[in-house]
């Protein structure tokens, strides 16, 4: 079992930069995937990153590749989000999710994932 909890996000103006975290506890942390996820107002839940357990592989949605960059601490059990450029529409609530398997599913479904954040609010004005 593993347990997520976010860092407090921020309010920023376009072309700012903000840094999430998520630290995690429980059961063999390291050999969980792990992802965020964020989700605006009226909108559906989308996948923005993924590192793949015990590697420093990485995945990323196109809309945010080349401006955030995903890493893990496995000595601290933090998951940490960089996020650089922000423009408005990274407008939303961010969440930290984890996950031992997918059995078939694919890495942006939310369906997949067995442990949530409670998430964290981040707020991109132009």
């Known amino acids: 079992q593993v347990q997520l909890v976010e860092s407090e996000g921020g309010s920023v103006e376009a072309g700012g930069s903000l840094r999430l975290s998520c630290a995690a506890s429980?059961?063999?942390?390291?050999?969980?995937?792990m992802a965020w996820f964020r989700q605006a107002p009226e909108k559906e839940r989308e996948g923005v990153a993924l590192?793949?357990?015990?590697?420093?592989?990485?995945s990323y949605a196109d809309s945010v590749k080349g401006r955030f960059t995903l890493s893990r601490d496995n000595a601290k059990n933090t998951l940490y989000l960089q996020m650089n450029s922000l423009q408005p529409e990274d407008t939303g609530m961010y969440y930290c999710?984890?996950?031992?398997?997918?059995?078939?599913?694919?890495?942006?479904?939310?369906?997949?994932?067995?442990?949530w954040g409670q998430g964290t609010q981040v707020t991109v004005s132009s």
């Open positions: 429980g059961y063999a942390y390291s050999r969980y995937y």
């Open positions: 999710a984890a996950v031992y398997g997918y059995g078939g599913k694919r890495w942006t479904d939310p369906t997949a994932y067995d442990y």
């Open positions: 590192i793949y357990p015990g590697r420093t592989t990485t």
